[in-house]
């Protein structure tokens, strides 16, 4: 653990995707950064993940713009970081069980290309053969977008870090934040620091970290668990895409086997039911995997917003940034996310509109401004 500075123009607190982003960009504009973080990098939100990074987000053109401008980056990582991301190309693909849900995507399909987004509409039998686990008879169409890769979200974490201390930038792991002062002053175990700026990008603890500094970002605690099931004999070897089901079911390949997610137990639900539930969406969508063995992969907290989307803006009567409830998409928006931020801090003028990202949107004017 770095020792702690005395002051810094900009504190970040929270050191996953979002939080070394930010300090990245920050350290690189010659903003003197320091990042805190409660336990080790990359030990929150970042590692409650499929490990995918995608443009396509379904219903939501400014998610996907945030997405697309955050792939051009990732695909420009390792030259500008020296970090390998292990980037593999596997593919989206939504499953469309009703006729609304085909409207849907029809009715947002030229915001999704505007944003940038490459997606099409493609028969059952196309996904079927897209996915070869897939049922076609479960599904009246799909949608497909060829952008979505797998990657190393430890690796993107570190590759940041590693950034933003070349550029300048001071991270303290082990060091949870438990108070902030109306004068920007950060207190920790460690001993405290003045800070002209405050960056709360704190996922599940979000919440709590803005209130210590008496601002509102309404962000919950949602708890997920990744499962791991086998791989059918008589599947090809190939990379499946990553599918999604409207059920909220979704898996992927991983190495020899098959990863699944499904949220979690609902707060009625046992966790036995939950997993009856997921092998019963399991073996409807995709037959062949129906009566196998499902095991825990790994669980942690996500970070959730009311809407889905993140919030990233500032507080209106103070210098206090936010950037957090990124509801599970953290991995696919952080690049931009950090650009965002750090315009926002400078007072630059952004390459996106931030307004519909602010506070302001769920709590109304009270809140603060984009």
């Not at 509801?327 to 931020?341: F, K, N, Y």
Request: aromatic share 6%; with cysteine.
């Amino acid at each position: 653990m770095s020792r702690l500075p005395e002051r810094a123009d900009a504190v970040v607190i929270g050191g996953g995707v979002i939080g070394t982003s930010t300090a990245c960009r920050l350290a690189e504009s010659g903003v003197g950064t320091v990042l805190l973080e409660r336990g080790a990098l990359g030990s929150g939100a970042s590692g409650t993940t499929a490990g995918v990074v995608r443009t396509y987000f379904p219903g939501n053109a400014l998610i996907s713009s945030l997405a697309v401008r955050s792939l051009t980056e990732y695909q420009t990582f390792t030259e500008r970081t020296g970090t390998e991301l292990g980037l593999e190309r596997i593919g989206l693909l939504v499953l469309l069980s009703d006729e609304r849900q085909v409207r849907d995507f029809r009715e947002n399909e030229a915001a999704q290309r505007a944003a940038g987004v490459e997606v099409e509409l493609v028969t059952a039998a196309e996904a079927a053969r897209l996915n070869p686990l897939v049922d076609e008879r479960t599904v009246l169409a799909a949608a497909w977008s060829p952008q979505a890769y797998t990657c190393d979200p430890a690796a993107i974490v570190r590759g940041y870090a590693t950034a933003a201390q070349r550029a300048g930038a001071v991270l303290c792991t082990d060091t949870p934040v438990t108070g902030i002062d109306p004068d920007g002053r950060v207190h920790t175990p460690a001993g405290s620091i003045r800070a002209d700026t405050v960056v709360c990008a704190a996922g599940p603890w979000a919440g709590t970290v803005a209130a210590l500094a008496d601002v509102t970002v309404p962000v919950t605690t949602y708890p997920v668990e990744m499962l791991l099931t086998d791989t059918p004999g008589d599947v090809p070897h190939d990379a499946l895409p990553m599918t999604m089901h409207p059920s909220s079911l979704r898996i992927r390949s991983w190495g020899d086997r098959i990863l699944v997610g499904m949220g979690r137990p609902a707060p009625d639900e046992t966790r036995q039911d939950w997993l009856r539930r997921v092998s019963h969406h399991l073996g409807t969508t995709f037959p062949s995997l129906a009566g196998g063995s499902i095991e825990s992969g790994w669980s942690g907290n996500l970070d959730v917003s009311p809407d889905g989307m993140a919030f990233i803006g500032r507080d209106h009567s103070r210098r206090f940034f936010y950037a957090a409830g990124f509801s599970g998409q953290g991995l696919c928006q952080a690049p931009a996310a950090g650009e965002i931020v750090r315009d926002l801090v400078l007072d630059k003028e952004s390459w996106i509109d931030t307004a519909a990202l602010s506070t302001t949107r769920h709590l109304g004017g009270s809140a603060g401004n984009g």
